[in-house]
């Protein structure tokens, strides 16, 4: 059990997460069902946590199996709550540019209408009509070449392009899809578009608001940025952060302060490689699943904490995804195989622990 100054400290963090979550339940209100189900995320990770300290604060200890309880229990509502907004939110950004881009079409096409009595108007217009099926949105444009060369790559055994809508450096297809595997046919188009124009273009295949197929093509500059110099020399620091807040935990767990008996510091570096361990391979697993499906990640941004030694890392997508699948496979990676790590360790220590071990776990954990 803590003492008096360790339970309010305790006690205050649980006030304040609590306060941060109904804050954040203020803010995602206004956001509709996505918002709820985004802050529904964030409790699921959040509340076993302060449940576990907050009873430890009170003398309450739960055991390996009630620990595990809320680990299984957070980890699989995290999941579901993931799947209810993927679903709720499927392609819901292409669907509100879809949206506006085909408002700007009509918007533009009323302007038309009075082009022959302002010419100076005309001059002014951000959209300008180029053809029956085809409508330039915007000033930049992409060009004409690279344009016709990606209706090359549309067939009537992928997709059937029926208009094309420049918007910018890109531009919008509408038309029909041919057949029902709808990542099958992206990949296809991915691949014939890789081949014609290399990477300059990315492809993204989505639904419009009316639930039709649109294939939106746009220039690999928007692709996502990669890490810049300051923000290596900030991941190099929480590196070095992270790794003196876990070796004070380590000492903590050996009762003792590390800052205040610095000259003991290898005795909690047992237990500190231990912890960077289930760390490292947890980020192994992203990086494993992100190199076979040929994804970029950046550096692991780890954050350090002197409750637990790190609440884990943070990392950024590089390359852009092509499809929810990949999404999955490289953010299930890193918890799998930093579990079982996990647990073969936790397994390990079991079998390795003795009356004179170093470092004992109170006999109410398995009770």
Known sequence: MFNGSQTTVTLVIILVALGVLGWGYNRARSYGKLGILAWLQSVVLTVPWLLFFGLVSIGIYLNIVGILFLLVASTGLYIYLGRLLRAAGQDEVWRERATKLFEDQQQSKDAQKSEEQDTAAYKNLTAVSEGPNTTRIGVATIPDEDLQIIKGIFGIDTFFATETIKYQEGAIFTGNLRGNDAELVHSRLSANLEEKLSDRYRLFLVDNPEGKPVVIVLPSTNDPRTTTVP??????????????????????????????????????????????????????????????????????FFLPSLQIGSFGAMVRFESLLP???????ISIAGPAVGGVVSLLMLMAGLVLSHQGSAFQVPAEFFQ
């Open 231 to 300: 923000q290596k020399i900030l991941a190099l620091v929480l590196v070095i952060a992270t790794f003196f807040t876990t070796l004070e935990v380590s000492g903590l767990l050996l009762e003792f302060d590390l800052f205040s008996e610095p000259e003991r510091f290898r005795e909690a570096l047992p237990i500190t490689i231990g912890i960077w361990i289930v760390l490292i391979t947890h980020e192994l697993g992203h990086w494993w699943q992100a190199k076979s499906h040929d994804i970029r990640l950046s550096i692991p």
């Open 323 to 329: 499809n929810r699948k990949v999404l999955f496979d």
